[in-house]
């Protein structure tokens, strides 16, 4: 157990135990690890609370995606919990809202970096739901099903992601 | 509503919290390890991302040889997964954390990260409202769920040997500093 109490892990041994965490979902939900999918249910739930405004029987309607609280959806939550566990054993945790590299282009505004991060939240989430899956569900979970969808999200978003961020950012000196 | 068993809840919740603790002690919650791999100034995102997909592939294959599982293959559709992962691309240069990263880094205590996922809800509601609209466009060029040994007609072996190889390359010829 003191290997929890570490801070940072070689990236090896984490791809490894994503890996084979990977192998222990499928054989036991059946699933592959993602992320997005339970925010798009619960955004049909809370949709549901303004039907009219949220356009959300129209999509029920065209849709087999449905509101739901399952496997999937415990399984974004506990990773906020596994972070958090993590985190904390290890004195890891913090709590600053501006980074280095985003201050050096943006400044040190909170607003700002606010601002930037929940468009770019929506984005991605729009994004993501476009495509069915994210880092996660396309860029591990996809690829190493050798799925083709996944073999042309992942350098699309990789690509995107270096040219928009060196766009940002690339002047900002490390 | 569709509510799993407690069960299968507690379940996906242990397994997210073995993902979200490896994660974290990979450090790829962290913005400047993210943006780092973004600008290619560094390399961790990436060697996790490589490790994860090889060592995956072949333990997922076998089982669903076996009979232990099935694939879950989203479908490629043309429409749907170009721009996509290019909205993705840009959202994430603009957040510096991808979906998983972002509940890690919420974890950790990050509070940009929460304003992230609120705008990923929002961006879901977004996605909610447009989806009538969108549907025929999003399901234009559909070649359905199809993996590349399908597309090709060949066994996934030699896929799942070659990712595999291609990850130790990669490895052996960009060792860490």
Not at chain 1, 104 to 109: D, E, I, L, Q, T
Request: net charge positive; hydrophobic share 45%; with cysteine.
């Amino acid at each position: 157990m003191n290997a929890f109490f570490q801070r940072s892990w070689s990236p090896y041994a984490v791809g490894a135990g994503i890996g084979g965490l990977s192998w222990f979902s499928f054989a036991t939900a059946n699933k592959p690890l993602g992320i997005t999918t339970p925010f798009e249910s619960t955004a049909a739930r809370l949709g549901q609370l303004a039907p009219r405004t949220s356009g959300v029987n129209a999509y029920l309607v065209k849709n087999d995606e449905v509101p739901r609280l399952d496997w999937e959806w415990a399984l974004a939550a506990g990773v906020l919990l596994g972070s958090a566990i993590s985190a904390n054993a290890s004195g890891d945790s913090d709590h600053g809202s501006v980074p280095r590299t985003w201050a050096r282009a943006f400044g040190p505004s909170q607003a700002k970096r606010f601002a930037g991060a929940f468009i770019g939240g929506a984005m991605m989430m729009f994004g993501a739901r476009m495509a069915k899956g994210c880092t996660s569900g396309h860029g591990i979970s996809g690829t190493l099903q050798l799925a083709a969808s996944s073999w042309v999200f992942a350098p699309i978003m990789a690509i995107t992601g270096g040219l928009v961020s060196r766009k940002l950012f690339g002047k900002a000196r490390k | 509503m569709i509510v799993d068993s407690p069960f299968k809840l507690v379940l996906g919740l242990g397994t997210g919290a073995m993902f979200g603790a490896l994660l974290q002690k990979g450090q790829v919650g962290k913005y400047e390890v993210i943006l780092d791999q973004l600008l290619l100034r560094e390399g961790r995102v990436l060697r996790t991302m490589g490790t994860a997909i090889a060592v995956g592939s072949v333990g997922v294959h076998a089982l669903a040889r076996a009979g232990y599982t099935q694939l879950q293959i989203k479908p490629l559709r043309l429409g749907s997964v170009i721009p996509g992962a290019a909205l993705f691309g840009t959202g994430l240069a603009l957040l510096g954390y991808c979906p998983g990263t972002t509940l890690t880094a919420i974890g950790e205590g990050r509070r940009d990260a929460t304003v992230g996922a609120l705008g990923m809800l929002t961006g879901a509601l977004l996605y909610v409202r447009a989806y009538p609209t969108l549907k025929p466009a999003l399901e234009a060029g559909d070649f359905g769920k199809v993996t590349l040994p399908q597309a090709t007609r060949t066994s996934p072996w030699p896929w799942v040997a070659a990712l595999g190889a291609a990850v130790l390359a990669g490895t052996l010829a960009f060792r860490e500093r």
